[in-house]
């Protein structure tokens, strides 16, 4: 069981900086990673760490711009945000794998104004 909570996300001008935070609760260390969707677009998933927080991986869209570290010891992730673009407003979700499943925080909105 994971129960995700969200927090950092609002209201930014372009070329500004956001700091996304989600704790899981459920206390164990699974894979985990940030998606984002946007009005009338497909999910994207823009960021992942393995339980270690050794293993990134980033979407093109967002390399160089975003980084993705965790504190086991806080039971949190986060998702450094700089350099945005009005095309980074979304909805972002944090996501912990499960074995074949995932569990998802509630989502928290971002966006970014030109």
């Known amino acids: 069981q994971v129960h995700l909570i969200e927090s950092g996300g609002g209201l930014v001008q372009a070329g500004g900086s956001l700091r996304l935070s989600c704790t899981d609760s459920?206390?164990?260390?699974?894979?985990m990673g940030w998606s984002r969707q946007a009005l009338g677009k497909e999910r994207e998933t823009v960021a992942r760490?393995?339980?270690?927080?050794?293993?990134?991986n980033y979407a093109d869209s967002v390399k160089g711009r975003f980084t993705i570290s965790r504190d086991n010891t806080k039971r949190t992730i986060y998702l450094q945000m700089n350099d945005l673009k009005p095309e980074d407003s979304a909805t972002y979700y944090c996501?912990?794998?499960?074995?074949?499943?995932?569990?998802w925080g509630q989502g928290i909105q971002v966006t970014v104004s030109s």
């Open positions: 996501y912990a794998k499960i074995g074949a499943n995932y569990g």
């Open positions: 459920g206390g164990r260390m699974y894979d």
């Open positions: 760490i393995d339980s270690t927080g050794f293993r990134k």
